[in-house]
């Protein structure tokens, strides 16, 4: 055996690499974990941000809809029979309160005519 040589050198070095890889590879796992989270968290915050936004945009693309306009119309009118039926001013206050409420959520250009010019009458 040559003087100062040590035979169990080259294991060390051999342990020592895998444990290095062992806790490079640690690492990467927790570090992909972090950024995972990270992502997600930051999809929250955005979703958080923009999605109020959103819904506004939706809500204002339903109410052009002519199923919508249709309906509201329909339901309208409906009030405006019952208002003209009503036989008590209690009753045609009522009606009349929520005939304007209900007219106010709709452009007034999708009023049908006869329709428009009985609300004005209000």
């Not at 208002?83 to 007219?103: C, G, P, V």
């Amino acid at each position: 055996m040559v003087e100062g040589s040590n035979p169990s050198g080259p294991t060390i070095r051999k342990h020592m690499k895998t444990i290095g890889a062992i806790v490079c590879g640690l690492l990467a796992i927790v570090l992909l974990c972090g950024l995972i989270f990270g992502f997600e968290f930051l999809g929250m915050e955005k979703k958080r941000f923009f999605a109020p936004r959103h819904a506004e945009i939706d809500r204002q693309v339903f109410e052009q809809t002519p199923s919508y306009i249709h309906g509201k119309n329909t339901y309208l009118t409906q009030l405006q029979g019952e208002y003209d039926l009503a036989d008590s001013k209690a009753r045609k206050a009522t009606l009349k309160t929520i005939i304007l409420r209900e007219a106010a959520t709709i452009d007034r250009k999708h009023l049908n005519p006869r329709l428009l010019q009985f609300i004005n009458s209000l």
